[in-house]
């Protein structure tokens, strides 16, 4: 059976709950757990694109990049350093 993706349809994946404490960052208080799931979907995504060489696939690795690391002045993705800077927080 052959199942279509229908682009009208709706994904709900639930609330973010954050909060800025007193140093002026964000604090995840509830959805850490979807975050982080979406974290790893993503960087899956990276490694899997990084072994198709045509310039699609390239552009979209690339652009993946940025959704999971910080980026230097040329837009070139910082291993070290995530882009999703949370802290998480168990209340």
């Not at 709706?10 to 850490?32: A, S």
């Given at each position: 059976m052959l199942?279509?993706?229908?682009t009208n349809d709706e994904y709900f994946l639930g609330?973010?709950?954050t909060f800025m404490n007193d140093n002026k960052k964000l604090e995840v208080i509830?959805?850490?757990q979807r975050l982080t799931t979406i974290?790893?979907?993503?960087?899956?995504?990276?490694?899997?694109?990084?072994?198709?060489l045509d310039e699609q696939s390239?552009?979209?690795r690339e652009n993946i990049g940025k959704c999971i690391w910080k980026t230097d002045e040329f837009g070139k993705p910082?291993?070290?350093y995530m882009s999703l800077s949370f802290m998480i927080q168990i209340r």
């Amino acid at each position: 059976m052959l199942l279509s993706f229908d682009t009208n349809d709706e994904y709900f994946l639930g609330p973010i709950v954050t909060f800025m404490n007193d140093n002026k960052k964000l604090e995840v208080i509830d959805g850490q757990q979807r975050l982080t799931t979406i974290l790893l979907l993503l960087r899956a995504f990276y490694s899997k694109f990084g072994n198709m060489l045509d310039e699609q696939s390239k552009s979209t690795r690339e652009n993946i990049g940025k959704c999971i690391w910080k980026t230097d002045e040329f837009g070139k993705p910082k291993l070290l350093y995530m882009s999703l800077s949370f802290m998480i927080q168990i209340r």
